[in-house]
């Protein structure tokens, strides 16, 4: 008997934002590779995750959730990030909320019809969705939109259904060796996690529109002796928003650096020191140039 051959390749997860792609994510890998927040365009970033499965490995491609609102540099840099993703993919994983289709999820599946990559619907949000059986009509309705591969309800937050999706990917793999180190959980820096992890914290505390003209710059990464030394910049786009962004005497900062030193002691295990300063660039969102200096795909 022959052995099976090794699987390789590149699976990107796309929907609109706020569906649950970074959970789905990290409740996959078992890790977090990928920041979440309950508001949307929270991932602004392709991100790779490694999942080692049967005999395969998968790279997982976290996107930004692809959105109409594109009035920004930064937003249609994000679209452009997502979609490059998908051309790129040997598999699809697209995510939706069950009970909740919206044209934007229309956009995106048509963009996967588009690009013909095969596509597994993961109906994320099953939790949510009470009595269980209006689940059927969901699930038939997704059926008639498109021809996916599979159809998987799940909950990415509650981890339930995940096995199922571990055990179709592979199929949809090229043959071929790892390509990244089995150890290896994510393609992005420490220094990466640390900035997005700041931005997490940023968002999750602040309110309304504040957190989409935030942007967080490493300044300086060291480790010494076991510990971190982290300096980082919160880039704002007006000189109004720095005010709200350190709060009174402070306080709004510190509670800020407070929970993610903590956060990212937990993610990277060592002791942080966490330094954080206020910056206005102006506009910075809808600048192309700014937006490469600041880390982000180019255009
Ligand atoms: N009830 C419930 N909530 C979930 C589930 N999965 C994710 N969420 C919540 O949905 C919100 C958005 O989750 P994310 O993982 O950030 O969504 P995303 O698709 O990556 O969003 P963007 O990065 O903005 O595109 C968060 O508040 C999650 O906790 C789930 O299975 N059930
Ligand atoms: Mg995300």
Redesign the pocket.
């Given at each position: 008997m022959t052995e099976k051959a090794f699987r390789c390749g590149y699976v990107a997860v796309v929907?609109?934002?706020?569906?649950?792609?970074?959970?789905?994510?990290?409740a996959l890998v078992g890790s977090k590779v990928?920041?979440?927040?309950?508001?949307?365009?929270?991932?602004?970033h392709r991100i790779l995750a490694v999942l080692p499965l049967d005999n395969a490995q998968a790279l997982v491609i976290?996107?930004?959730?692809m959105?109409r609102s594109a009035g920004k540099a930064m937003n249609r840099v994000m679209n452009r990030t997502a979609s490059s993703a998908l051309a790129d993919a040997d598999l699809v994983l697209f995510?939706s909320e069950a009970g909740r289709w919206t044209e934007e999820d229309a956009d995106v599946l048509e963009k996967i019809k588009t690009s013909g990559v095969p596509a597994i619907a993961v109906l994320?949000?099953?939790?949510?969705v009470h009595p269980k059986d209006a689940l059927f009509g969901v699930l038939s309705e997704l059926s008639g939109r498109h021809d996916f591969a599979e159809m998987i309800p799940?909950?990415?937050?509650?981890g339930?259904n995940l096995a199922a999706v571990r055990k179709c990917i592979p199929a949809f793999l090229p043959v071929s060796p790892p390509l990244f180190p089995e150890a290896m959980r994510t393609d992005r820096s420490p220094g990466f996690h640390a900035a997005e992890i700041i931005r997490e914290k940023l968002t999750l505390m602040l309110h309304q529109e504040l957190p989409y003209g935030l942007t967080v710059q490493i300044e300086r990464y060291e480790e010494a002796e076991g510990k971190l030394a982290i300096n980082a910049i919160i880039w704002v786009e007006r000189d109004s928003q720095k005010g709200i962004v350190v709060g009174k005497g402070g306080s709004q900062l510190k509670q800020v650096g407070r929970a993610a030193r903590l956060d990212i002691k937990e993610q990277l295990g060592k002791p942080v020191h966490l330094e954080l300063w206020v910056k206005v660039k102006q506009n910075w969102a809808d600048n192309e140039q700014d937006l490469m200096s600041l880390g982000f795909d180019p255009v």
């Open positions: 929907g609109r934002p706020n569906v649950g792609k970074s959970t789905l994510i990290n990928s920041i979440v927040t309950a508001k949307p365009q929270t991932t602004r976290d996107t930004p959730g959105h995510v994320n949000k099953v939790d949510k799940l909950s990415a937050a509650k339930s």
